[in-house]
Antibody, heavy 127, light 112 residues
Framework: QITLKESGPTLVKPTQTLTLTCTFS??????????VGWIRQPPGKALEWLAL???????RYSPSLKSRLTITKDTSKNQVVLTMTNMDPVDTATYYC???????????????????WGQGTLVTVSS | DVVMTQSPLSLPVTLGQPASISCRSS???????????LNWFQQRPGQSPRRLIY???NRDSGVPDRFSGSGSGTDFTLKISRVEAEDVGVYYC?????????FGGGTKVEIK
């Protein structure tokens, strides 16, 4: 059974750096075709994809936030860490991590996006 | 970036009646691998998103068969054949064909 759980501070001050950890179980990030992504949702607003890291350490970022984001993985701990620098009140949101994998069946393969999500963690940016 | 445009923003529905949500993309979502990575998510109040449909029309396990997805290219639809009380929430489409991944703005389904 796949589970993911986000952890980190609930309150950060403007200009500070946010560090969030996604701890997962039921899969390994050393397995070919597996990835973990981060998605956020400001209160009452839509979902926004932030970053994603693959088993082979390939990383993808939202272009609008790329200069502020870093995603890393610790395969031995089953964790993915997202850091976001220079936090601002507009970054107040619930941050989710989610699982992605390459699924192959009958000779064809496709990407299986975000079937499993964490519970989310609300981060408030305020002085 | 591929813009995902959902309509309507709000959808009041009578219990037992059908509902339909549209999602249009600014570019074709057909991937070079031949797949179309259009997903639908349901987010009930206070909960994490839950995927309902992947690759346009494939229903996830445990999803009631009153939910169905259709479409191609740039035009996609999520249909609920008979709305039940538990279907209240916000529905999002998401494309996974082009980087960056993008979500629609959401459609709020509520009971009349």
């Amino acid at each position: 059974q796949i589970t993911l759980k986000e952890s980190g501070p609930t309150l950060v001050k403007p200009t500070q750096t946010l560090t969030l950890t996604c701890t997962f179980s039921g899969f390994s990030l050393s397995t070919s075709g597996v990835g973990v992504g981060w998605i956020r949702q400001p209160p009452g607003k839509a979902l926004e994809w932030l970053a994603l890291i693959y088993w082979d350490d390939d990383k993808r970022y939202s272009p609008s936030l790329k200069s502020r984001l870093t995603i890393t993985k610790d395969t031995s701990k089953n964790q993915v860490v997202l850091t976001m620098t220079n936090m601002d009140p507009v970054d107040t949101a619930t941050y989710y991590c989610a699982h992605k994998k390459l699924y192959c069946s009958g000779g064809s393969c496709y990407w299986y996006y975000f079937h499993y999500w964490g519970q989310g963690t609300l981060v408030t940016v305020s002085s | 970036d591929v813009v995902m445009t959902q309509s309507p923003l709000s959808l009041p529905v009578t219990l037992g009646q059908p509902a339909s949500i549209s999602c249009r993309s600014s570019q074709s979502l057909v991937h070079s691998d031949g797949n179309t990575y259009l997903n639908w998510f349901q987010q009930r109040p206070g909960q994490s998103p839950r995927r309902l449909i992947y690759n346009v029309s494939n229903r996830d396990s445990g999803v009631p068969d009153r939910f169905s997805g259709s479409g191609s290219g740039t035009d996609f639809t999520l249909k609920i054949s008979r709305v039940e009380a538990e279907d209240v929430g916000v529905y999002y489409c998401m494309q996974g064909t082009h980087w960056p991944l993008t979500f629609g703005g959401g459609t709020k389904v509520e009971i009349k």
